[in-house]
C-alpha cells in the first residue's frame, strides 16, 4: 500500500482534518499526518477540527497529538502533501533534495488555515473535495 502523510504548520487543524477525511474515503492507503513545526509538540486536535468530525460523523483518533515530521516518516511515505504554499517551501528546507520528488501540495490554492481564519467549516469543504481528488488520483 502507499503511504501519504499530510503537512501543516501545526498538525492540529488542517492535516488532521485531512488524515481522518481521507481515512473515512479509503482503507488502501496508509494514512498519517505531521506539521513541519514543532509548537504544537503534543497537543491534542484542536477542537473546531474535533467539531467538524462530530459534527459530520467522521471517526477519528481522540488520541492523537501533534507530530512534527521527521526523516524517518518522510523517508517512509510515498506522498508528502503540503496544506499550503508555506507548508511546501517548508519541507523543501527541512528534506534533503533527494525526497522533493514526493512532496506535493494538497490543491493549487492554499487550504486556509482556520487557526487564523476561525472558519472550519471552510476548511472542511475544501479538504473534503481536495481528499475525494486524491483518492482518484492515487487508486
Ligand atoms: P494548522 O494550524 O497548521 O492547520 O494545524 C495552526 C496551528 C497552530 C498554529 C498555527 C497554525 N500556531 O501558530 O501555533
Same mark, same amino acid.
Given at each position: 500500500?502507499?503511504? @501519504? %502523510?499530510?503537512?501543516?504548520?501545526?498538525?492540529?487543524?488542517?492535516?488532521?482534518? $485531512?488524515?481522518? %477525511?481521507?481515512?473515512? *474515503?479509503?482503507?488502501? *492507503? @496508509?494514512? &498519517?499526518?505531521?506539521? /513541519?513545526?514543532?509548537?504544537?509538540?503534543?497537543?491534542?486536535?484542536?477542537?473546531?477540527?474535533?467539531?467538524?468530525?462530530?459534527?459530520?460523523? @467522521?471517526?477519528?483518533?481522540?488520541?492523537?497529538?501533534?507530530?512534527? @515530521?521527521? *526523516?524517518? /516518516?518522510?523517508?517512509? $511515505? #510515498?506522498?508528502?502533501?503540503?496544506? #499550503?504554499?508555506?507548508?511546501?517551501? #517548508?519541507?523543501?528546507?527541512? *528534506?534533503? &533534495?533527494?525526497?522533493? /520528488?514526493?512532496?506535493?501540495?494538497? /490543491?493549487?490554492?492554499? %487550504?486556509?488555515?482556520?487557526?487564523?481564519?476561525? #472558519?472550519?467549516?471552510?476548511?472542511?469543504?475544501?479538504?473534503?473535495?481536495?481528499? $475525494?481528488?486524491?483518492?482518484?488520483?492515487?487508486?
Amino acid at each position: 500500500m502507499k503511504t @501519504i %502523510v499530510f503537512v501543516c504548520l501545526g498538525n492540529i487543524c488542517r492535516s488532521p482534518m $485531512a488524515e481522518f %477525511v481521507m481515512k473515512n *474515503l479509503t482503507d488502501q *492507503l @496508509i494514512i &498519517e499526518s505531521r506539521a /513541519t513545526s514543532s509548537w504544537e509538540h503534543g497537543n491534542p486536535i484542536h477542537r473546531g477540527t474535533q467539531a467538524i468530525f462530530q459534527q459530520y460523523h @467522521i471517526p477519528y483518533n481522540s488520541q492523537k497529538t501533534s507530530q512534527q @515530521i521527521t *526523516l524517518e /516518516t518522510a523517508e517512509q $511515505a #510515498d506522498y508528502i502533501i503540503g496544506m #499550503d504554499s508555506q507548508n511546501i517551501a #517548508d519541507l523543501k528546507k527541512m *528534506l534533503p &533534495e533527494r525526497l522533493h /520528488t514526493k512532496i506535493h501540495p494538497f /490543491t493549487t490554492h492554499s %487550504v486556509p488555515d482556520p487557526w487564523y481564519t476561525g #472558519d472550519f467549516e471552510e476548511t472542511y469543504r475544501i479538504v473534503k473535495e481536495g481528499c $475525494a481528488v486524491w483518492k482518484n488520483r492515487l487508486l
